[in-house]
Every structure is written in C-alpha cells, then in structure tokens.
C-alpha cells in the first residue's frame, strides 16, 4: 500500500531497524466466511395428552357418555321441574307464593350440604354407585312430591329430592372430566350442558302443556313428575350397572380401615389452599352471582299465569 505521508515513508525504515513496526502497524484481520447464527434453544413440546390412558372399547366409551348425557338430562330437567307447576300448587294447596319459593330455598340447601362430603366419600367408594345412588335419592323424593296431598309432604319431598341433587352433579363433571381426554373436555362438557338443556327445554313445554290436564283420572302435572322418577330410577340403575370407574385401582390401595373421617382431615386443608389461587377465588365468587339468573327463569313460568299470559 502506497504511504500518503512522506515523513512516515521515511520513518518505516528506522522502525522496522529497532522493531517498533508491529506497535504501529495498522491491525489487520483475516476475514472468513461468515458463521451462520445459530438459533435460540427450543423448549421441548408438553403433550396435554400425555400419560392419559383409556382401556376402553369405542361401544363402551359411547355407551357411557350416553348415559351420563341421560344423567345431565334427568338433573336438568328436576332442578326446574317443580316451579312449572306452582300455579297448579297455589291453587290445590293454599299457599302462598313466598311458601311455593321456600320450596326451591330448601331444596338449594339441602344440596349445597350434600355436594361438599360427596366429593369425600368419592374417595372411598365408586363414582358411578353413588350417582346412581343419588339419582334414585332424587327419584324417591319426586315420588313423595307426586302423591303429595299436603304443602308438607311437597316440602319434604322436595328436601330429598335435593339430597339427591347435591350428590349427583359434582360427581358427574368429575367423572366425565376423568373420562375425556384433557384436550376434549371442553367438547365433552359442551356436548353434556347441550344435550341437558335440550332435553329440558322439550319436556318443559309438554310439562306446562299438560299441568292443568287431567291425563287417565290424573293431574298432569302428577303424571310429569312421574314420568321424571321412572326415567331417572332407570338412568341411575343403568349407571351403577355399566359406567366404570376409572379410579378403581387407587381405590383398591386405599386402607380399608380408613374412614369418612379421616378422608375429610386429609382432603380438606388441601380445598382451603386453593382459596389462596385468586384466579380459583374469583370463578367461586362469580359463580354464586352467576347461578342467580338461572335459578330465577323457572318461576317465569308462574308469573306468566299470573300476569295473564
């Protein structure tokens, strides 16, 4: 390369002479081709599938979700059987109104009592014994509400009934969840409130329909209810005899000296923790808000009556 300083052309001899060139020389670098940039280090994929395991053949896995949609259907169908018929209940019982909704009151705490200590004794014995259990709770207790003659057998018929609702559904979403894939549960739960609510929706205008009739020397309204305990009876038998449990071996290592006691005493810190979740908080609270509506619409069907619809 060509000096564009005279004096320092004239310097480089006497450098190079007392071995000072290497401090001045300019820096040269050899230049290759460049690396490629590697990429970042990918996380390895999670499969939420993984480790879930179903033993059952495609007849058997139908042939449950039939019936726990025909379980959803027979409890969708109960919790708002009864107000279809208030008008029918003032008019035969006497009652006020206020007492016609003490009916619905009762029979909602009768199975918030329940739902909690049937989610213990699930520890202990099969799901499907006890929704069936339940569902023939409920359906004794619709028998007593169908021949009731007095407010207070309705009354009574209807807090064992609730009995049987509180011990049914929690249940129920357990065993279809541990049933489902982790990735098809959405679809599962969809496919169960859909049906559920089709089929109440249905009986709900052939029950109203008829409430006032008298069908072969019988009340309509009676002959509904009927019709509610025996599909219910046989949807809970048929539970017990074909639907699995799929916790069945964990159940069997279970201590047999172990008790609904001491199953509580374990359990329950462990439900207290998740209050500490503010996510697991908030959908508790809103579900109490959210349910409200719900439990309301049903007694639309009195006031219709009485708004002279």
Do not use: H
Not at 33 to 54: H, L
Not at 215 to 240: E, K, N, P, Q
């Amino acid at each position: 390369a060509g000096c564009l300083a005279p004096s320092s052309c004239r310097a480089l001899p006497r450098l190079r002479r007392a071995g000072m060139l290497s401090a001045v020389a300019p820096a040269t670098r050899a230049v290759g081709p460049a690396k490629p940039r590697q990429a970042p280090p990918t996380k390895p994929q999670v499969d939420p599938d993984g480790g879930f395991r179903d033993d059952r053949s495609a007849r058997q896995r139908w042939l449950e979700f039939i019936l726990m949609c025909s379980s959803n259907i027979a409890y969708t169908i109960d919790m708002a059987l009864l107000p279809m018929f208030f008008q029918e209940f003032q008019v035969m019982f006497g009652v006020s109104e206020t007492s016609l909704a003490m009916l619905s009151t009762a029979k909602g705490i009768v199975a918030a009592l329940f739902t909690l200590p049937c989610g213990f004794m699930a520890e202990l014995l099969p799901r499907p014994r006890l929704i069936g259990l339940g569902m023939l709770f409920w359906a004794g207790g619709l028998t007593i509400c169908a021949t009731a003659v007095s407010y207070e057998a309705l009354f009574a018929g209807r807090m064992l009934n609730g009995m049987g609702l509180g011990i049914v559904q929690p249940l129920l979403f357990s065993l279809t969840a541990d049933k489902t894939l982790p990735t098809k549960r959405g679809s599962a739960f969809g496919a169960l409130f859909f049906i559920g609510e089709w089929g109440a929706v249905l009986f709900g205008f052939v029950a109203t329909a008829t409430a006032n009739k008298s069908l072969g020397g019988t009340a309509g309204w009676r002959v509904s209810v009927f019709v509610v305990v025996a599909f219910s009876a046989c949807i809970g038998v048929l539970v017990m005899l074909f639907v699995e449990e799929p916790r069945a071996g964990t159940q069997a290592e279970r201590p047999r000296a172990q008790g609904f006691v001491s199953v509580f005493a374990e359990n329950m810190p462990k439900i207290l923790r998740l209050f500490r979740y503010p996510s697991f908080a908030l959908i508790a609270v809103q579900g109490m808000f959210g349910m409200g509506p719900w439990i309301v619409f049903p007694f639309f069907t009195q006031w219709l009556p009485l708004a002279w619809f």
